[in-house]
Structures are given as C-alpha cells and as structure tokens.
C-alpha cells in the first residue's frame, strides 16, 4: 500500500474533493473581494460579483491574474492579510530587478509544508528516515519548503541547502541520507561525484525528490541508475506557494495535485478558453485554501496536460504531466528563473549595443550559460587583456542580477547572425 501523509484526504473520492473545492472557492472569492481591491477592480471590470460563483463551475467568469499583475500591484497590492498577520515572504526572480515576492501566515506555511509531507510520504518517506535537502534555503521555496515537510513527516531534516559538493558528500556518508532532495541537474552532478569518488558502497539513499526545473525521463533513469534510487518529480511556483503544488507517487507517471488547496485548470494560451483533461495547454491555478496571498486563477506560462486516470497508488487527486515548456521567453537554469530581458539590462546598462545571444545547454547533465555580447569598434580596437578584464566585469554583473554564473564571449563587431524578423536572442540546445 502506497504510505499517505493525510490519507482521508489524498484518497478522497472525487465528489468529495469537488465538494471542499465548491465550498473553499466560494468562500475565497469572498475574502479576496472584500479584502484585497486589486481583486475586486478586476472582478468588477469583468462584471462579476462574488454573489456570481456558486461553485466550481463558476471558475471561467473570473478574470486570469498573470505576471504582470503581480509586478504591478507589487509588493502589497495583491496582500489579502493585514502585513501583521504574515509571518514570511519567499520570492523568486523577476525581470529587471522587480521580483515576485509571495506573502504566508502561520496558517498558509502549515498547509504548504503538509503539501510538502505528502511528496515525502509518497516517496516512502517516514520518521525513520534521514532527509537531506540540498534545494536552496533562503528567498528560493525549494528548501524552506521541503524543510517544513521533512519536519512534519517526522524524518532526521539536513538542512544542507545548495553548493559545497564535498560536503554535502560528507554527511550524506556519515549521516546516512535516505530521501534526497535537490534539482534533477544537481542530483547528476552529485551522481557523478559520487562515482569518481568511488562512494557508491556509502551511500544509503533510496529516494530522490526532483523539481524546479525540466527534466527528461532520459534523465530520470540516469540518476536512478546512477544512484541506485527512485527518481519522483515535484513541482511547484513561488506565488502558488512553492514545491508541493503537486508530487510524484510510486507510479511514476505524473504529479498529482493537491486539489483541496489548489484548483487547476489548462486553457489556451491565446484565447483564454478553458479546454478539457487530456488536452496540452496552460496550466492555471487558483488558491482556495492560501490566506494571504491568494492567487485567484494565476496563469503559470507551464503548458502541460491534465489527467483524471485511476491512479495504482490510491490517490484520487489529478494529474499533471511534466511541464513541456513555457508559453513566456523565461527560462529556467539550474533551477533558477532567468528573463533574457534581465541579461539585455545588465548588458545596456554596460553601455554595450543590444546585439547579443544566449546560449543554453546542458553539459553533464548540468545547465550552462553563456551570453555572446558584440563588441563596439571601439571596444574591438583593445588590447586582448582589456577585453578579457570587461568579460570578468560582465561574468560579475551578470550573477549580480542573476544570481548564477554565465560565461561571457566579447565577440567581434557584426558576428552575431541578424535575423529577419524578432531577432534570435536564446539558443537552448538542451533536448528535454
Ligand atoms: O521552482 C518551486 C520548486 C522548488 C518546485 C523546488 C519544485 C522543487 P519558482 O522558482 O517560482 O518555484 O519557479 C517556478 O519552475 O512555473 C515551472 O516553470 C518550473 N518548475 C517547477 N517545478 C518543475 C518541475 C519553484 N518539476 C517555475 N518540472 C514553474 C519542470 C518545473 N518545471
């Protein structure tokens, strides 16, 4: 039997997931209205009233929130809570420097890491085990989350965030980690680590939860080969609340969401038309449990599709495929949202022309970035040590805004091939 976290609820029938759902909506739709008039403008401006949703059915009267939203009504304008009331922010990058920064009271951590206690049941996770979280800590929901979820599930929590490979190789050793939890590109790298450094009759682990970026099933047999584990994947975005939106189970074939917190739905990224399981599309979420920052019908840019299969490990709640791309130009390495936009910052406030190329690839199974950047006749009239000093500059402003390295290429003037139409600003050679 599959291990649950919150059985009653994961094996809910679908009558009664629909049931919390019409419930929870309507009384969501109220508490944004009358407490957040960001909500209520747009409700208005569409002609809906809170007296218009009755049930779940009634989801296709409300407007979409997108990105833009939030970056207009940042950082307060979206709060559905008195700023006393929250006890965190967690956040993600954003274009040009303005971030989404998501808002939690003790009441909305709780349901979020319960979120997270599910992906860790589901994997076989329980108080016996020793759950080494290696996803980044801080602003970044990757290891706050897991982190709260390892807690309540009960297991030894390492609290190891990212980086510094040799150590986390130390204590996954002397500690005996059993449940990993990282980027899939991460846990390659350390699979090879581990395997140049002949560790492999050290290792305990059993099970890997992977998430925050793409990652091909091609991918997920190298690592459980590499490993010697189960591989599951986990999904999540900061402004839904972060990983554990929705999570793997032993079958391997899709996360399910957790529908007593969050409402999903695909529709057409061009015409806003809602469209029926087993269709691919965008994926929309709407928050029916959250209280302070409540996303009502956010549309994520994860185009995906849904699935209401009977599922072998008894959980009833949908599933949702891998994410297949994105509908928006974001890209995401190593686990980290990155806007071409926010590179064309860095390099015109360099004083560099906007003729430049970003090249994605994945070498190892690891994430690179390299930003060719033409130089200006002036610039190419340097000598060789002047130009490898800009590059160093650039390497140096590009992660202050990115927060990872790029490599950076001064290229000569008029190299970078000029296309017809919208100039072809991103290559990504990773085959996903
Ligand atoms: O990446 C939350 C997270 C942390 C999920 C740890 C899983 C594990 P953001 O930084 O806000 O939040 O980025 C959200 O990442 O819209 C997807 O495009 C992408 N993404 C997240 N999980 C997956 C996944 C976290 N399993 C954005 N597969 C989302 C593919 C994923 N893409």
């Not at 890491?113 to 020793?130: F, L, Q, S």
């Not at 994947?233 to 007593?260: K, R, W």
């Not at 980290?336 to 015109?348: A, D, W």
């Not at 930003?371 to 650039?394: A, Q, R, W, Y």
Request: charged letters at 25%; a negative charge.
């Amino acid at each position: 039997m599959s291990n649950y976290y919150q059985p009653e609820i994961e094996t809910a029938s679908p009558e009664q997931i629909r049931e919390w759902q019409n419930e929870r909506l309507v009384k969501q739709i109220r508490h944004v209205w009358y407490n957040v008039p960001y909500y209520r403008k747009k409700m208005e401006e569409k002609g809906v009233t809170p007296d218009d949703i009755k049930s779940v059915d009634d989801l296709k009267k409300l407007p979409f929130l997108t990105k833009d939203d939030l970056r207009e009504a940042y950082p307060y304008g979206l709060l559905a809570k008195p700023l006393s009331d929250c006890v965190r922010i967690q956040s993600t990058s954003g274009t040009t420097g303005k971030r989404v920064v998501a808002f939690y009271t003790q009441h909305d951590i709780d349901l979020w890491e319960d979120c997270c206690a599910r992906a860790i049941c589901a994997v076989g996770g329980t108080k016996d085990d020793v759950c080494h979280v290696s996803y980044g800590y801080g602003l970044f929901t990757g290891g706050p989350g897991l982190n709260g979820g390892s807690h309540k599930v009960g297991c030894l929590t390492l609290p190891m965030s990212s980086g510094n490979t040799d150590r986390q190789l130390q204590f996954m050793t002397d500690l005996g980690s059993t449940i990993i939890c990282c980027t899939p590109s991460y846990a390659a790298y350390l699979a090879e680590s581990i395997h140049e450094q002949g560790l492999q009759d050290k290792i305990k682990l059993k099970a890997g939860i992977f998430g925050a970026e793409a990652w091909s099933e091609d991918m997920r047999h190298d690592i459980e080969n590499k490993l010697n584990i189960k591989a599951y994947d986990i999904y999540g975005l900061t402004e839904i609340s972060g990983p554990g939106v929705s999570f793997e189970c032993e079958a391997q074939t899709g996360m399910h969401v957790n529908e007593d917190h969050f409402i999903a739905e695909i529709i057409d990224p061009d015409t806003g038309e809602v469209l029926p399981d087993g269709t691919k599309g965008e994926l929309v979420f709407t928050c029916i449990t959250k209280e302070a920052f409540p996303m009502i019908r956010y549309r994520t840019r994860d185009i995906c599709v849904l699935s209401r299969e009977k599922c072998p490990c008894g959980r009833t709640h949908v599933k949702m495929s891998k994410p297949m791309g994105r509908s928006d130009d974001m890209l995401i390495i190593k686990g980290v949202n990155v806007f071409p936009s926010q590179i064309e910052t860095v390099l015109i406030q360099q004083g560099y022309p906007a003729n430049y190329q970003i090249v994605v690839d994945r070498v190892n199974n690891s994430d690179t970035l390299e930003v060719l950047v033409e130089m200006t006749p002036e610039i190419f009239s340097d000598s060789l040590g002047k130009i490898t000093e800009m590059e160093k500059s650039l390497v140096a402003e590009l992660k202050a805004m990115l927060g990872i390295y790029a490599k950076v290429k001064l290229v000569a003037p008029k190299t970078i091939a000029r296309s017809e139409g919208k100039a072809v600003r991103v290559i990504d050679k990773r085959k996903i």
